[in-house]
């Protein structure tokens, strides 16, 4: 217990807001103002002694937020509050899958994608240096970071020769395209160029998969290593970070450090073991804990195990034993399905996840012979298409963070403040705690208007819509310039199907993740309600799952509408990691035993523009339609929009989009029932709310001035 104690607080060290004479902190040098004093003649390193940066003895504690998952209006509140606790760097990942979301086309923030308003990483890093926040950068290209398939983009699965995070070519040619467009940037920002970058990762937590690529592994991390060097990154340190039992994940001469939760004693002597005579760096310390769907709100043990952690004489203890060869890092796990992060503690901020169906949910882990599911790791039924799991992490990213998901502090920051003055060696300048946000409950509002499932399909356009001979994944489907479909929903429509009495529908195979039965618009599927219920029809649980219609000779549309639960971001056999495509794609779909060709694919993206220009809205007469339906409803705000949260337990399971925006995924399995809408989000005047719900929806909108977390 009280060696947990210590690594807790190795990592959640900070910085000081007195000196131990109790000189005021405003009377001390900033970070740049110290580390910069007397002009930069080199940058970080690791020396038997510690850290240097600039020959200066260094604790390196970090916190890691996500850019990507905070509003950018946002960004300064959420650094300025990782400053004011104390720490003295930021640590950024950065998604692949964001910022090439098509093949050869790359969006740092000037695109005009949904997401481009939250990629402009060179202005949150010159946010950072104007915080005061030195930068520790992990770009992949593999980030796992609790998101959708680890950061890589899903076109990558077009390519069937294709295997990620391994020595193959296809897979080098699209990292080093990538890399090439993503290092110059960096590489323009580090500490010797008078940018606040100390440190690049490569890859990451590569020690999981290293056992099973053999020479390909290592031959893999030499080519990333070659490419940040040929790119500039020459003047920082670079390193690469794994468990302390994955000793595959390095290279010769490249700093390892450590990622763990418990233990610390036994976990930082195994890597000083494999690396004596080098100061000791834990790179994530996981402060928190996600939430899976039908699961229980993981906050409270975690509270728990802190209180306990930050016992005086444990952590004496540990800051004895580490001295000052622990940088802490990764104070991030903060958010949840979106934000997941650590802080040098692993969870500085909890991050919200606004929006888009990659945000929604992940596989934590994919194991040979094992697939992750909700709450659970079942067994394969098919060897050969064993592929994945679904995504079963929740939207909401609340880690249990020292900042809360809307930037709120927490005790467990207003504890970590306190070590962090207490233990770090280094006394600098620390700012004020900056105000919270103001968060308010918004007057209820009826829901007022309606699409239906009939009426959204005939909205979509023809180049959303594919016809096929057998069914086929989503991410093989030809649209989107070639790059298929990434996120949201896929509904495979046979028109003009003659079907006997009491009929029987086989899906060969698995369905990938979610799907939904409808004949002749008639939902034929129950809701999902129960977890017992993924192991039925429709699944992705099942192999070769069968459903009896009951019904009369037809002559009708059968719809198998599917949705996309997210791609596995953690997996340890790369071939299995590959495998991840949506939809359908296992095999055919029969009738009888006969199998049904001629579809018609129909891409339901939820893309931002398309959202927007819905029309043909009609009335609602009934909220309980058994269909998937989008209900809309108006929000009107006279005065300067603030914070707010969308309270959903009386509803299903689907998304909710303000003014056009996809805010997440919500889901009456639980455990949270609430979805953070930061204000930049909404505008004085009406706000208009859509909600696209699968199962059962609610007639009003209830808004809350707190998270609903289970």
């Known amino acids: 217990m009280a060696s947990i104690v210590n690594g807790f607080i190795l990592i959640l060290s900070i910085t000081s807001i007195l000196t ?13 103002e110290y580390y910069t004093n007397g002009g930069i003649e080199s940058g970080l390193v690791a020396e038997s002694d510690g850290f240097k940066l600039n020959g200066r003895n260094i604790t390196i504690l970090s916190g ?27 640590q950024i990942y950065f998604p692949w899958n964001l910022h090439e979301p098509r093949r050869d086309v790359y969006d740092f923030g000037d695109g005009d994608n949904d ?111 070659n490419l940040m060097k040929l790119n500039g990154l020459n003047n920082s340190l670079i390193y690469t970070s794994d468990g302390a039992d994955n000793v595959r994940g390095s290279l010769d001469g490249v700093l390892r450090t450590i990622n763990f939760q418990n233990n610390p004693e036994d976990q930082l002597n195994k890597l000083k073991e494999l690396q004596p005579n080098l100061p000791l760096w834990v790179m994530e310390y996981w402060s928190g804990w996600y939430d899976a769907w ?79 599911n909700i709450m659970m790791e079942m067994k394969s039924a098919r060897e050969t298409k064993k592929a994945m799991g679904v995504a079963d992490s929740i939207k909401y990213h609340d880690y249990n963070a020292p900042l809360t998901e809307a930037g709120d502090y927490t005790a467990k920051y207003n504890a970590t403040r306190e070590l962090a003055a207490k233990y770090n060696p280094v006394q600098l300048k620390v700012p004020d705690l900056p105000a919270q946000s103001i968060k308010k409950a918004y007057p209820t509002t009826a829901v007022s ?25 989503m991410e093989l489907l030809d649209i989107n310039d070639g790059n298929g479909q990434s996120y949201g929903f896929v509904v495979y429509r046979k028109t003009n199907l003659d079907i006997p009495e009491n009929s029987t529908l086989t899906i060969e195979g698995k369905v990938h993740d979610v799907g939904i039965l409808l004949l002749d618009n008639v939902r034929q599927t129950e809701p999902l309600t129960d977890r017992e219920q993924t192991r039925g029809f429709g699944y992705w649980e099942t192999s070769d799952s069968q459903f009896s219609l009951e019904n009369e000779a037809v002559t009708g549309t059968l719809d198998i509408f599917v949705e996309n639960w997210g791609r596995v971001n953690y997996g340890s056999y790369i071939d299995l990691f590959t495998q991840q495509k949506k939809g359908l794609w296992e095999g055919s779909v029969l009738l ?12 339901l993206q939820f893309n931002s523009t398309w959202v927007k220009s819905l029309s043909g809205w009609g009335d609602v007469s009934t909220t309980g339609s058994a269909n998937p339906t989008l209900y809309r409803a108006t929000l009107d705000i006279s005065e300067t929009p603030c914070d707010t949260f969308i309270n959903m ?16 995924r919500y889901f009456s399995g639980g455990p949270t029932h609430s979805l953070y809408i930061p204000a930049p989000l909404l505008v004085q005047g009406t706000n208009e709310v859509l909600v696209f719900e699968m199962y059962t929806a609610a007639p009003e909108i209830v808004f809350s001035d707190v998270p609903l977390l289970g």
Not at 64 to 88: C, T
Not at 302 to 318: K, M, P, R, Y
Not at 461 to 467: F, L, N, Q, S
Not at 592 to 603: F, S, V
């Open 20 to 32: 131990n004479n109790g000189a005021s902190s405003q009377d001390l040098p900033s970070v740049f």
């Open 64 to 90: 890691s937020i996500h850019y990507f998952r905070v509003h950018p209006v946002y960004w300064r509140d959420r650094l300025q509050k990782l400053r004011a606790l104390g720490f003295n760097t930021v």
């Open 115 to 225: 997401m481009s308003a939250f990629l402009d990483f060179k202005k949150f890093i010159q946010i950072a240096q104007e915080e005061d926040l030195l930068v520790n950068a992990r770009p992949g290209p593999y980030i796992c970071a609790e998101w959708e398939f680890g950061g890589l983009p899903s076109w990558l699965l077009r390519d069937p020769d294709l295997k990620v995070r391994t020595a193959n070519d296809a897979y080098l040619d699209r990292v080093e395209k990538y890399f090439n467009q993503l290092y110059p940037i960096l590489a323009e920002l580090q500490f010797t160029n008078g940018g606040p970058i100390i440190s690049f990762q490569i890859e990451n937590e590569y020690g999981a998969v290293g056992a099973n690529t053999g020479s390909a592994g290592q031959e893999y991390l030499t080519f990333i290593y």
């Open 294 to 372: 039908f699961g229980s709100h993981s906050g409270a043990n975690t509270n728990c195990t802190f209180n306990f952690i930050i016992s005086q004489e444990s952590l004496a203890t540990g800051i004895k034993f580490v001295r000052r060869m622990l940088a802490v890092t990764r104070s991030e796990r903060i958010r949840n399905e979106a934000i997941r992060e650590r802080v040098g503690v692993r969870g500085v901020h909890e991050i919200t996840e606004e929006a888009i169906f990659r945000w929604y949910g992940h596989v934590m882990k994919m194991e040979k012979d094992r697939i992750p």
């Open 449 to 473: 208007e309606q699409l239906t499932f009939d009426q959204l399909l005939e909205l979509v356009p023809e180049e959303d819509r594919v016809t096929s001979d057998d069914v086929i994944a």
């Open 592 to 603: 009888n035993g006969n199998t049904i060709t001629g579809w018609e694919i129909i891409a």
């Open 649 to 664: 337990s009386a509803w299903g399971k689907g998304n909710v989009f303000i003014n056009g925006f996809n805010i997440g």
